[in-house]
């Protein structure tokens, strides 16, 4: 769906604090199908989601969805 892979990130952050599809699902108010989307790129989290999805994964939103770039980081 893009090259910004918000969905990859979202489901490496998941797996790497141990939940589930579901259990995500539940802390953020949403269908585990939901969830399952966003992994799978076929959709994205409303934006009025990506705060709280930065803070479950203790990550600023900057962190967590936006691409890295090498100029960014000179």
């Known amino acids: 769906m893009s090259n910004l892979k918000i969905g990859n990130r979202i489901k490496a ?5 141990n939940l589930t599809q579901e ?4 802390m953020l ?3 585990k199908a939901a ?3 966003w992994e ?6 409303d934006i009025m989601l990506l705060p ?6 203790h990550r600023t ?7 890295m770039t090498n100029h960014w980081l000179s």
């Open 61 to 67: 939103i900057f962190l967590t969805f936006l691409p």
């Open 35 to 37: 969830v399952s989307k």
């Open 23 to 26: 259990e995500l699902a539940s």
């Open 52 to 57: 709280q999805i930065a803070q479950l994964f």
């Open 13 to 17: 952050k998941r797996r790497e604090c």
């Open 40 to 45: 799978n790129e076929e959709s994205y989290p």
């Open 29 to 31: 108010g949403v269908t």
